[in-house]
């Protein structure tokens, strides 16, 4: 039962470089998201997906790509990274948009330095 | 576009004590609403859910909401608490009954205290 799998689990990087967070999950959910969670505000949406192929922005997607080319993966890509993305990152899946239950995965902890 | 309230950050209460985490959303023609759990160090987890029907949802651990649309909240109560239930609680509200750009609280930090 591997659910929703996120690599890595921590990371630090530098100020303006890149990296990619997977996630990929094995319940084949159509609908795919990314959140990210910081003291006091609670998870905003990044980005998500309704289906293969199908991206859209969510409240913070500047400064973040994603790419949805199978029903399994949906990356998250952060093109010149700054202080201001230090965060846990969470992905999260759903059998469709319009099911109730999101599952997430254990998060991913990313240090901007 | 919709809108969260947690009104508390932090609740601390003693084990067997009552408990009330108090959630507001901003007011829709539809509104779905979601508590979500987050136990130390993992991801969230669904605890109960507003869809329609019956304003009293319960959880399978003693948990229970009501949705009040007079009062446009969606509180969460436990009559009796363990230990076990220290965690951060989220509230969360939709305009669809689905996962779809679910929009969440700030988060309720809820610590039992022995």
């Known amino acids: 039962n591997a659910g929703v799998t996120q690599t890595p689990k921590f990371q630090v990087l530098k100020t303006g470089q890149s990296m990619t967070l997977q996630c990929a999950q094995d319940m084949n959910h159509e609908y795919m998201s990314w959140y990210r969670q910081d003291p006091g505000m609670g998870l905003r949406l990044i980005h998500y997906?309704?289906?293969?192929?199908?991206?859209d922005q969510g409240e913070v997607p500047n400064g973040y790509n994603v790419s949805r080319s199978t029903t399994e993966d949906f990356p998250l890509r952060l093109l010149s990274a700054a202080p201001s993305q230090t965060s846990v990152y969470f992905c999260?899946?759903?059998?469709?948009?319009?099911?109730?239950?999101?599952?997430f995965g254990e998060g991913s902890r990313l240090t901007v330095l | 576009a919709q809108s969260v309230t947690q009104l508390d950050s932090q609740v601390p209460v003693f084990e067997e004590a009552p408990v009330e985490l108090r959630c507001n959303y901003s007011s829709s023609v539809s509104v779905y609403l979601f508590w979500y759990v987050q136990y130390p160090n993992q991801g969230l987890q669904l605890l109960l859910k507003?869809?329609?029907?019956?304003?009293l949802v319960e959880s399978i651990n003693g948990f229970e909401a009501e949705f009040n649309k007079s009062q446009t909240s969606f509180h969460l109560r436990k009559p009796s608490v363990h230990i076990s239930d220290t965690a951060e609680y989220f509230c969360a509200v939709s305009d669809r009954p689905g996962a779809q750009k679910l929009v969440f609280g700030q988060g309720t930090r809820l610590t039992i205290n022995p």
């Open positions: 999260a899946s759903a059998r469709g948009p319009n099911t109730g239950e999101l599952f």
């Open positions: 997906s309704v289906g293969a192929g199908i991206t």
């Open positions: 507003y869809l329609s029907g019956s304003t």
